[in-house]
């Protein structure tokens, strides 16, 4: 049986009315729905992070969440951010990336990384990023074999 919207939209209604927690007792009066149909949809829910569950003896206690979701939060940093999946798929860039890159987000969400621009973006900033950084070893080394001569 698939999982309808209206129902969860009334559990976490109820759960908002009742900040304190329900158990599945509670919500099951409620919503009119049987306890096995009633922990499908509070698991789906709890899974999503809509709602929180603590333990009251051998009760369970739902309680909506209290987080801000990490889109929300990633959305407003001024650092470039990627997020990638485990099969390095992406799932969620912010502005400052996609920015730097010159492309929108339809462009890369749910592309893998190696198949966009993203690619050849990094790897052309990086090739000049590192003969600075080959530059700077240079003078650095050259610097601390001029100490250790002078130490000697």
């Not at 051998?58 to 990490?70: A, D, E, G």
Request: charged content about 25%.
């Amino acid at each position: 049986m698939p999982l309808k919207k209206e129902i969860n939209r009334k559990i976490l209604a109820f759960l908002r009315e009742n900040p304190h927690g329900l158990n599945i007792t509670d919500i099951v009066k409620f919503v009119k729905i049987s306890r096995n149909t009633a922990g499908r949809y509070l698991e789906n829910l709890l899974v999503s992070g809509q709602v929180e569950m603590r333990r009251f003896g051998m009760s369970k206690i739902y309680v909506p969440s209290q987080r801000i979701p990490l889109s929300s939060v990633l959305s407003i940093s001024s650092d470039m951010v990627v997020q990638l999946d485990s099969s390095q798929r992406i799932i969620y860039a912010n502005e400052p990336f996609l920015k730097f890159i010159r492309t929108d987000s339809k462009n890369l969400l749910g592309k893998n990384i190696e198949f966009t621009a993203v690619t050849l973006v990094l790897t052309s900033h990086l090739r000049d990023s590192s003969k600075g950084y080959d530059r700077g070893l240079m003078v650095r080394n050259g610097l601390e074999r001029l100490h250790s001569i002078n130490q000697k």
